[in-house]
Nanobody, 120 residues
Framework: QLQLVESGGGLVQPGGSLRLSCAAS????????IHWFRQAPGKEREGVSC????????GYPNSVKGRFTISRDNAKNTVYLQMNSLKPEDTAVYYC?????????????WGQGTQVTVSS
């Protein structure tokens, strides 16, 4: 069964850090570009990061640039999203997804999401 599973979400104070994990089973993550999205209640889904196949390039929107870092561990078949200097506006459900390229708008696989709450 092809599956993506996110973990690492939780409650953190403003200025804190979290590391989200996206683990794959049934397929090799490095054959895909891996995207992280987030969706807050009442808001549209927003892409927050992408890493290409082979980790040749990464991308971030201005809202998280300099604070979030995406990386891969191919030995663990896992992609990570390190989130630093978290703000209340980062509160959302975070999803990882796989696609052939970072430029793709249609994903082939989705995870179930993990909740991140930034609050004092």
């Amino acid at each position: 069964q092809l599956q993506l599973v996110e973990s690492g979400g939780g409650l953190v104070q403003p200025g804190g850090s979290l590391r989200l994990s996206c683990a794959a089973s049934g397929f090799t993550l490095d054959y895909y570009a891996i995207h992280w999205f987030r969706q807050a209640p009442g808001k549209e889904r927003e892409g927050v990061s992408c890493i290409t196949r082979g980790s040749f390039d990464t991308g971030y929107p201005n809202s998280v640039k300099g604070r979030f870092t995406i990386s891969r561990d191919n030995a663990k078949n896992t992609v990570y999203l390190q989130m630093n200097s978290l703000k209340p506006e980062d509160t959302a459900v975070y999803y990882c997804a796989a696609a052939p390229f970072c430029s793709d708008s249609t994903m082939t696989h989705w995870g179930q999401g993990t909740q991140v709450t930034v609050s004092s």
